[in-house]
Nanobody, 128 residues
Framework: QRQLVESGGGLVQPGESLRLSCAAS????????IGWFRQAPGKEREGVSC????????IYADSVKGRFTISRDNAKNTVYLQMNGLKPEDTAVYYCAAVEGPLFRLCMVLPSGEYDYWGQGTQVTVSS
């Protein structure tokens, strides 16, 4: 079964860090651009970051630049999102999604149906 599985979410205080993982099974993650997205209650889905399958290029939303880092380990078939300096406004369900490599530059803005795979999401809550 081909699927993406996110993990690493949790409850943290402002300023703390979390590392999310997006692990693929049943297919080779290295062939796909991978994006992280988040959705807070009552809000639309927001693109957070994407990493290319080609050269490791990355894209970040302005709201997370300088705080979040996306990386991939193709040998482990996993993509990570290191989140530092977390803020209450980062609270959301975080999802990863895979899209064919050539669509990398559109990774954060494609309609949901254009992605080949979506994970089930992991909750991140930032609260004091």
């Amino acid at each position: 079964q081909r699927q993406l599985v996110e993990s690493g979410g949790g409850l943290v205080q402002p300023g703390e860090s979390l590392r999310l993982s997006c692990a693929a099974s049943g297919f080779t993650l290295g062939h796909y651009a991978i994006g992280w997205f988040r959705q807070a209650p009552g809000k639309e889905r927001e693109g957070v970051s994407c990493v290319s399958s080609m050269d490791g290029s990355t894209i970040y939303a302005d709201s997370v630049k300088g705080r979040f880092t996306i990386s991939r380990d193709n040998a482990k078939n996993t993509v990570y999102l290191q989140m530092n300096g977390l803020k209450p406004e980062d609270t959301a369900v975080y999802y990863c999604a895979a899209v064919e490599g050539p669509l990398f530059r559109l990774c954060m803005v494609l309609p949901s149906g254009e992605y080949d795979y979506w994970g089930q999401g992991t909750q991140v809550t930032v609260s004091s």
